[in-house]
T-cell receptor
């Protein structure tokens, strides 16, 4: 079945450091890929998405490129801020399957001043 | 006001009690979902509904039931709560692009 594997955390960085959170997937169809973010005490909210190969999603300085050849969707940010501290979830939605959204286990990011 | 509203936000109950978590949405989406979040396990799908007459089990539906009372309302029930159902529960809706919109969560503790 479809699955998402993302790097385990927690990840701790200093402010202005470069961030990469790895995400790889397996899917039988042609999935859409998402990154969701969960700030402390809140629900998940969409950070960015990509619906086809080579698409780049971007938002709030974060970027991720849909790489079909490596089945990856790594999240990057060039300079993190304390306010980026949150849990990040990679997810896929396989429209060729049951339309369920499959989540990775989440990566907790802490950014120190 | 939030587009997806869950009640209650926090609930402590005892083993064997019946619990209902309610969800209402103002986004006008047909598709609604109930997820459970546990530390280190991410989110797991409990039930989902494509419309009032179409309800489907997710990967962990045992011990849970749902009711889609209207397009805007989707409730989750635990008929006889047990301690391993202690978790954070999220309701969500989905739009036609596949984006999910989450409520703020309902934290359930079963003693």
């Amino acid at each position: 079945g479809d699955s998402v594997t993302q790097m385990e955390g927690p990840v701790t960085l200093s402010e202005e450091a470069f961030l990469t959170i790895n995400c790889t997937y397996t899917a039988t169809g042609y999935p859409s890929l998402f990154w969701y973010v969960q700030y402390p005490g809140e629900g998940l909210q969409l950070l960015l998405k990509a619906t086809k190969a080579d698409d780049k999603g971007s938002n709030k300085g974060f970027e991720a490129t849909y790489r079909k050849e490596t089945t990856s969707f790594h999240l990057e940010k060039g300079s993190v801020q304390v306010s980026d501290s949150a849990v990040y979830f990679c997810a896929l939605s396989d429209w060729g399957g049951s339309e369920k959204l499959v989540f990775g286990k989440g990566t907790k990011l802490t950014v120190n001043p | 006001d939030a587009d997806v509203t869950q009640t209650p936000r926090n609930r402590i109950t005892k083993t064997g009690k019946r619990i209902m978590l309610e969800c209402s949405q103002t986004k006008g989406h047909d598709r609604m979902y109930w997820y459970r979040q546990d530390p280190g396990l991410g989110l797991r799908l409990i039930y989902y509904s494509f419309d009032v007459k179409d309800i489907n089990k997710g990967e962990i539906s045992d011990g849970y039931s749902v009711s889609r009372q209207a397009q805007a309302k989707f409730s989750l029930s635990l008929e006889s709560a047990i301690p391993n159902q202690t978790a954070l529960y999220f309701c969500a809706t989905k739009d036609r692009t596949g984006e999910l919109f989450f409520g703020e969560g309902s934290r359930l503790t079963v003693l």
